[in-house]
C-alpha cells in the first residue's frame, strides 16, 4: 500500500525558510521510474508544481521558483525534503508531495498540508 | 501562470455528456502525454487519466481521455452527481523542463 504524508510548520512567517518533509511508503525512489514531485495550491486557485526528484538524483524545479527551491531526498528514511527560501504571504497554500511514474503522472498524492505565510 | 487553458467551468443534467478542453503548445501536450486529475473540495487530486487516455484501476469507464495535436480533452458519459469536482489536465513540458497542469474547470451536475 502506498502512501505519502506531508510535514512541517502550519505558519511561517515572511522572509523565513519553509521546510517540508515528505514521508512516504510502499514504495522506493531507487526503484528504476520512480520519481517525487511537490506541488501546491493556493486557496480557491490551480494546481502549481514545484519541483521533482527522481531515484538517481536528477531534480527539476519551476522555471518561476528555481532560485528558492531546493529538493532532497533520504532513501534510507524515505523521505523527500522541500526547501523554500525567502516565503512571503503570496505563498500561502496546501502543498502536496506525490509519487510520479512513467512519463510523468502522479498516482498517489499525500493528503496535503496547509502553509500560511504570515507575520 | 498556468500554461494549459480549460474553460473554468462546464455543466450538464444527469445522464449528459459532458467534454473539458486542455489547450497547450508544441512544448508541452504537443510532445508529452496528458494526465487528467480530479479533485473534491478539502481533499487531494486523484489521477483519473494517465498517458492520454489511460484509466488507473477504479476509475470508472465513463471517464475517457484523448489528444489531438496540441490540445487535449476529458469527457465524462453517463455524467453522475458525484462527478461533481474540479479537473486539471497536465503534461510535462521540454521548453520549461517542468511539469504544467492547466487552469482547472469546475464540472456541476444540474
Known amino acids: 500500500q502506498v502512501t505519502l504524508k506531508e510535514s512541517g510548520p502550519a505558519l511561517v512567517k515572511p522572509t523565513q525558510t519553509l521546510t517540508l518533509t515528505c514521508t512516504f511508503s510502499?514504495?522506493?525512489?531507487?526503484?528504476?521510474?520512480?520519481?517525487a514531485s511537490w506541488i501546491r495550491q493556493p486557496p480557491g486557485k490551480a494546481l502549481e508544481w514545484l519541483a521533482r526528484?527522481?531515484?538517481?538524483?536528477?531534480?527539476f524545479y519551476s522555471t518561476s521558483l528555481k532560485t528558492r527551491l531546493t529538493i532532497s531526498k533520504d532513501t534510507s528514511k524515505n523521505q523527500v525534503v522541500l526547501t523554500m527560501t525567502n516565503m512571503d504571504p503570496v505563498d500561502t497554500a496546501t502543498y502536496y508531495c506525490?509519487?510520479?511514474?512513467?512519463?510523468?503522472?502522479?498516482?498517489?498524492w499525500g493528503q496535503g498540508t496547509l502553509v500560511t505565510v504570515s507575520s | 501562470q498556468s500554461v494549459l487553458t480549460q474553460p473554468p467551468s462546464a455543466s450538464g443534467t444527469p445522464g449528459q455528456r459532458v467534454t473539458i478542453s486542455c489547450s497547450g503548445s508544441?512544448?508541452?501536450?504537443?510532445?508529452?502525454?496528458v494526465n487528467w486529475y480530479q479533485q473534491f473540495p478539502g481533499t487531494a487530486p486523484k489521477l483519473l487519466i494517465y498517458?492520454?487516455?489511460q484509466r488507473p484501476s477504479g476509475v470508472p469507464d465513463r471517464f475517457s481521455g484523448s489528444k489531438s495535436g496540441t490540445s487535449a480533452s476529458l469527457a465524462i458519459s453517463g455524467l453522475q452527481s458525484e462527478d461533481e469536482a474540479d479537473y486539471y489536465c497536465?503534461?510535462?513540458?521540454?521548453?520549461?523542463?517542468?511539469?504544467?497542469f492547466g487552469t482547472g474547470t469546475k464540472v456541476t451536475v444540474l
Open positions: 506525490a509519487r510520479g511514474r512513467g512519463s510523468i503522472f502522479f498516482d498517489y
Open positions: 510502499g514504495f522506493s525512489l531507487s526503484t528504476s521510474g520512480m520519481r
Open positions: 526528484i527522481d531515484g538517481d538524483e536528477d531534480k
Open positions: 508544441s512544448s508541452n501536450i504537443g510532445s508529452n502525454t
Open positions: 498517458s492520454n487516455n
Open positions: 497536465a503534461a510535462w513540458d521540454d521548453n520549461l523542463n517542468g511539469y504544467v
